[in-house]
T-cell receptor
Framework: AQSVAQPEDQVNVAEGNPLTVKCTYS??????LFWYVQYPNRGLQFLLK??????LVKGSYGFEAEFNKSQTSFHLKKPSALVSDSALYFC????????????FGSGTRLSIRP | NAGVTQTPKFRVLKTGQSMTLLCAQD?????MYWYRQDPGMGLRLIHY???????AKGEVPDGYNVSRLKKQNFLLGLESAAPSQTSVYFC??????????????FGPGTRLTVT
């Protein structure tokens, strides 16, 4: 079965420090991978995606993600965290058997302390 | 350009009642989706549509029905609400092909409580 996993329910980081939010996936064929962010009482917002090309993908708000095929991972990173980055982050993957379906991980709550 | 809108924003139902959630998008997107969000479970796909007049089941379709009579609207129906359907419901849409591709645009959500 195709799936995406976020092994950490919560990640706590001090402001100014680098942050990583982990994501691993299991899909057949080439993966299409995404990160979304959700602020309180809001819908999800697209951050970035990997479809093909460079393994390091840059997105909105200074975030980037590294695609690692051998480890089937797509971790979200930022060199220097801001308090305003505190939110719920979702990793997602396209289901290759149905190009229109995208499934989401369980989410990781990122908390940045001043 | 309003993007994706959802009606209503909040609703409380009694067990057994029915209701319809409306999603509308003004971006001329072909694909539309309904998800539910529950604590610790992320977003789960209920139903989706790849075009006007077509719908398909997602991961958790039981207890829900959908219709897409117009390209810009996607309706989610609960025929007989159950407490297990208490959740926050999100609608999303995306275009097919072109740029950007695969990026989903989400509505603000509908918080539904079934007592």
């Amino acid at each position: 079965a195709q799936s995406v996993a976020q092994p950490e329910d919560q990640v706590n980081v001090a402001e100014g420090n680098p942050l990583t939010v982990k994501c691993t996936y299991s899909v057949s064929g080439n993966p299409y991978l995404f990160w979304y962010v959700q602020y309180p009482n809001r819908g999800l917002q697209f951050l970035l995606k990997y479809i093909t090309g460079d393994n390091l993908v840059k997105g909105s708000y200074g975030f980037e993600a590294e695609f690692n095929k051998s480890q089937t991972s797509f971790h979200l990173k930022k060199p220097s965290a801001l308090v305003s980055d505190s939110a719920l982050y979702f990793c997602a993957v396209r289901v290759n058997s149905s190009a229109s379906k995208i499934i989401f991980g369980s989410g990781t709550r990122l908390s940045i302390r001043p | 350009n309003a993007g994706v809108t959802q009606t209503p924003k909040f609703r409380v139902l009694k067990t057994g009642q029915s209701m319809t959630l409306l999603c509308a998008q003004d971006m001329n997107h072909e694909y539309m989706y309904w998800y539910r969000q529950d604590p610790g479970m992320g977003l789960r796909l209920i139903h989706y549509s790849v075009g006007e007049g077509t719908t398909a089941k997602g991961e958790v379709p039981d207890g829900y029905n959908v219709s897409r009579l117009k390209k810009q609207n996607f309706l989610l129906g609960l025929e007989s609400a159950a407490p297990s359907q208490t959740s926050v419901y999100f609608c999303a849409s995306r275009r097919v092909g072109g740029t950007p591709s695969y990026e989903q645009y989400f509505g603000p959500g509908t918080r539904l409580t079934v007592t």
